[in-house]
Structures are given as structure tokens and as C-alpha cells.
């Protein structure tokens, strides 16, 4: 069994939120009784941004909560969606009477879920719109999904939709500008060694000390293939292509890049991917408007990375930048 620097298994997700809120300078608060992490400021006069999902991904999602970003987050156990009930407090307590979107990542567990609290908002008179992100290109269905699952590019309709929610638009105008990022955001990832859930006794999968697992989720599940591992400037080229291709990038388009860590790979190795996905990318004649490069959607201690690409337009790059209080997309 894999060591863990936790308390109870059991507890991990409620002092892992209280450590959140705590670590916020008084910026954030926990919904009393829920794991559910609230702009202190909430309601705030605006459309409100929810999301959530399993916990295993931080800094998404909890972290993302701000000024310009998420007006609350919702934590379920470890890779499992919050239950409806969780959603629908968060939704009550963060609705300003401008209506609430909510952004479900493409999981059958989170749909059900996400789904079930906005038919129990909308029964509470709450307007309520929803959007589904199904940003990874290496699989059409999954374990976990119908359909492409939603991965790192979440964090990119989190910005957008929570700047256009900051600019005081309506209801309809946030979810479109929430969709416009989901159909121009694609990501691919990679893993050279699993995961382990905080009380398993092993690892979600295995790897060879010479294998690699491309097309990875979030949620610790097996890829597409193992492979042998290769240089990291051929895993960029690799993953780069498949997304490019399933974006249909072409010269002189301007995109944000996003290297992330799966939550056990040192900045060292994403820096020296972002190397190579900036050169690949130049060397086409794509303009890196903004790159990122860090950890924004783990899977626990996974060793790998993922790469986002986001395409831009003048409207999604004015939104991209617009101020947030949420200092890792700044």
C-alpha cells in the first residue's frame, strides 16, 4: 500500500476543504455541512458559476473560486461526483435572483448529479442553465463517459465564463460564451506511472518501469495504450498532433497553451515540455497568445502531464485576460 500523508481516509475531503478555506486570507468559506467551498462575498449581484466534481484534482476545483472565476465549488469523495443535494446548496446559496450556470465535466456520475440539482432549482423558481465540457480528444467513450470526457480544459471555461459573469452579461450570454470555449478547447495527456485512492491498497492501473500510458483521464483510469516511454519532445509532438488536428489549427491562429502536471511530476519536466510545445507550435505558425504552465487538474500523485489547447478569438482573449482575484490564471 502506497504511503499517504492523511489523517482517516474517511476525512480526507472535508479537511482538505477546510485547509483550503483557511489557507484563502479570507477570501473563501465552507457551506455549513457540506463540502462545498463559497465566495465569502456570496451572493453576488451577477450571474453565479458553480462546478465541482470528484476531489483528487486540485487545485480544480475549490481553488478556482474568486472574484472572476467560480462563485462555488462542489467537492464529492475522491474521483466519485457530489451528490445532487450537495449542488442544489451550493446553487441556493450562491443565486443572486441572476440566474446560475452550472459546469459539469462529462462524467455519467457528475451529468446524473449536475442534472438532478438543476430540476431541483429549477422547482425552487432559480433560473438555471448548464454546460457540458468534453475537451480530451483520446477517447470517443470511456469507462467513465459517454462521449469525450472533460479534463483540463475546464479550467479555461471557468475564466472565460466567469469574466463574462463579472461583466455583468445575462444568463444566456455567459452560457455562450461557456460553449464557445468548450468547442474551440481540446487536451490530450499522458502517464508514466499511476495513481493510488487515499484507502486502496493499490494503484489504478500498471506500468512497466519502460511503459507509458497515452490518452490518460483524470480520474486515474487507463488510457488508450501503453506504449514504451519515449523523450519527452516526441510524447509533445505526439500529443500536439492529435489535438491540432481534431481543433483544425492552422497557421497565423492564435491559442493559449496550458503544459499540466497530473499532481506528481516535477515543474522541471513540465517546463521542459512547454519548451517543446512552444517550438512546435512556432514552428507551424501558431501565435501563443498565453501559456500556463503548472498544475490545474490532477489525478492525486499521477507522474504525467497534459496539454490544453485553447483556440482564440479577440472576444475569448479579452475575457482570457480580464482581472480575477484567482492568482492561477492570472
Not at 87 to 114: H, R
Request: net charge negative.
Amino acid at each position: 500500500m502506497g504511503k499517504k500523508l492523511i489523517n482517516d481516509p474517511d476525512n480526507v475531503v472535508k479537511e482538505m476543504i477546510e485547509g483550503i478555506v483557511m489557507a484563502s486570507n479570507d477570501r473563501l468559506e465552507k457551506l455549513d455541512g457540506y463540502n462545498i467551498v463559497l465566495r465569502k462575498d456570496a451572493p453576488v449581484e451577477k450571474v453565479a458559476l458553480v462546478s465541482g466534481g470528484g476531489s483528487g484534482h486540485e487545485p480544480a476545483h475549490a481553488a478556482y473560486v474568486g472574484q472572476g472565476m467560480l462563485d462555488a465549488a462542489v467537492a464529492g469523495d475522491v474521483f466519485t461526483s457530489p451528490t445532487p443535494d450537495a449542488i442544489f446548496e451550493a446553487v441556493k446559496a450562491v443565486d443572486s435572483g441572476n440566474g446560475v450556470l452550472l459546469i459539469i465535466k462529462n462524467y455519467t456520475g457528475d451529468l446524473m448529479n449536475f442534472e438532478m440539482a438543476a430540476e431541483m432549482a429549477e422547482a425552487e423558481g432559480i433560473e438555471i442553465e448548464q454546460v457540458i465540457v468534453n475537451d480530451d480528444v483520446a477517447v470517443e467513450d470511456s469507462l467513465y463517459t459517454t462521449g469525450r470526457r472533460g479534463v483540463a480544459g475546464t479550467v479555461f471555461v471557468h475564466k472565460i465564463a466567469g469574466a463574462k459573469a463579472a461583466s455583468g452579461a445575462e444568463l444566456k450570454e455567459v452560457k455562450r460564451s461557456a460553449e464557445k470555449v468548450i468547442k474551440n478547447v481540446r487536451t490530450k495527456g499522458v502517464a508514466i506511472n499511476p495513481c493510488q485512492l487515499p484507502a486502496a491498497e493499490n494503484s489504478t492501473f500498471s506500468l512497466a518501469e519502460d511503459e507509458m500510458e497515452m490518452g490518460i483521464g483524470i480520474h486515474g483510469e487507463p488510457g488508450t495504450e501503453k506504449v514504451k516511454i519515449k523523450k519527452v519532445d516526441e510524447i509533445v509532438d505526439s500529443l500536439l498532433k492529435d489535438i491540432l488536428t481534431d481543433l483544425k489549427i492552422k497557421k497565423d491562429d492564435k491559442v493559449a497553451l496550458m503544459v499540466n502536471g497530473m499532481g506528481g511530476t516535477p515543474l522541471m519536466e513540465l517546463y521542459i515540455a512547454n519548451r517543446r510545445a512552444n517550438n512546435f507550435l512556432s514552428n507551424k505558425g501558431i501565435k501563443i497568445s498565453k501559456n500556463y504552465v503548472g498544475e490545474f487538474m490532477t489525478s492525486l500523485e499521477m507522474e504525467g502531464l497534459s496539454l490544453t489547447i485553447l483556440k482564440l478569438d479577440g472576444d475569448l482573449t479579452n475575457l482570457l485576460e480580464a482581472e480575477t482575484e484567482v492568482n492561477l490564471l492570472k
